[in-house]
């Protein structure tokens, strides 16, 4: 698995962690046909490394309900 940032493509080394973070429950919306206005996370905690060999921690971001399936960079550490 890879993923950009900076215009740069980082190759996932190793997954540090893995959760889920639950949207806020207590807030759906009113309307049954639309989706909560905060849903459910999974994330990954990575090490990647890019071409010029530097490596760094992230966390990327998978929105399951999503139509797309769409993948976001969440966190990045020093």
């Known amino acids: 698995m890879a993923f950009r940032w900076r215009g740069r ?5 190793s997954v540090l962690a893995h959760w889920v ?12 046909d639309r989706p909560p206005a905060d849903p459910e996370r999974w994330l990954w905690r990575v090490e990647a490394v890019n071409k010029t060999s530097q490596t760094g921690i992230f966390d990327l971001c ?13 966190a990045i550490y020093d």
Do not use: F, I, M, Q
Request: net charge negative.
């Open 9 to 13: 493509r980082y190759v996932v080394d």
């Open 21 to 32: 973070e639950t949207g806020a429950w207590w807030r759906h919306s009113e309307r049954p």
């Open 62 to 74: 998978l929105e399951p309900d999503s139509s797309t399936g769409r993948w976001s960079l969440h």
